[in-house]
């Protein structure tokens, strides 16, 4: 029972695929995260739902696009891969407030060849 | 502009002996901070956190200072054991319409050496 668990954990595609992670929390958390840790191991924010809104765009190229059915489950859709989005792509989710921060799932390594 | 910085990419200390990890920060505006660790293949999990209004916390082995002044902030873990061993990030919190934007420095591999 894997708090917040996202798949595949390994995703390795040719450049010009679409391909999609999938990411669901069982925490009854309200805010959900994707964040991308890049090959400096910066761990940098790309979007945030709150109860199923979008609430936090940073500057993420259309090719991805969020998709939030409800407020368990938080898609990343990437279309047109380019070997610069080869990286770690992390979900997450939080309470609205908590000092906790956020609860992260293991990981999506995504590799474009 | 990275508004969390790490600057030391790792370090290596003794078993037994204390283990402190820097962070410095640039925006006032952080209200929380907070560390994670976290482990090849996985992903980060908190560790201990700090209020803005405080200037230090402590939990079993794992205290966080806070210098706001200095903007500043320093993880002690002691005494230090081989199962510390992992990427320590520290990370800083602004809330964001009703979202707690994480801010996140780019770790410090901390190993343990028996």
């Known amino acids: 029972d894997t708090a917040v668990s996202q798949t595949p954990k390994y995703l390795v595609t040719q450049m010009g695929n679409d391909k999609s992670i999938k990411c669901e929390q069982n925490?009854?958390?309200?805010?959900m995260y994707w964040y991308k840790q890049d090959s400096k191991k910066f761990l940098k924010i790309m979007f945030s739902?709150?109860?199923?809104?979008?609430?936090i765009n940073e500057t993420v190229p259309n090719r991805f696009s969020p998709k939030s059915p409800d407020k368990a489950h938080l898609n990343l859709h990437i279309n047109s891969l380019e070997l610069g989005d080869s990286a770690v792509y992390f979900c997450?989710?939080?309470?609205?407030?908590?000092?906790?921060?956020?609860?992260f799932g293991s990981g999506t390594r995504l590799t474009v060849v | 502009d990275q508004q969390v910085k790490q600057n030391s990419p790792s370090l290596s200390v003794q078993e037994g002996r204390i283990s402190i990890l820097n962070c410095d920060y640039t925006n006032s505006m952080f209200d929380y901070f907070l560390w994670y660790k976290k482990y090849p293949a996985e992903g980060p999990t908190f560790l201990i956190s700090?209020?803005?209004?405080?200037d230090k916390n402590e939990d079993g082995r794992f205290t966080v200072f806070l210098n706001k002044s200095a903007k500043h902030l320093s993880l002690h873990i002691v005494p230090s054991q081989p199962g510390d061993s992992a990427v320590y990030f520290c990370?800083?919190?602004?809330?964001?319409?009703?979202?707690?934007?994480?801010?996140f420095g780019q770790g410090t591999r901390l190993t343990i050496n028996p």
């Open positions: 997450a989710s939080s309470q609205t407030r908590g000092v906790g921060g956020y609860t």
């Open positions: 925490l009854g958390h309200d805010t």
């Open positions: 700090i209020s803005s209004i405080k």
């Open positions: 739902y709150n109860n199923k809104e979008l609430i």
């Open positions: 990370a800083a919190s602004a809330l964001v319409q009703g979202a707690q934007k994480l801010v």
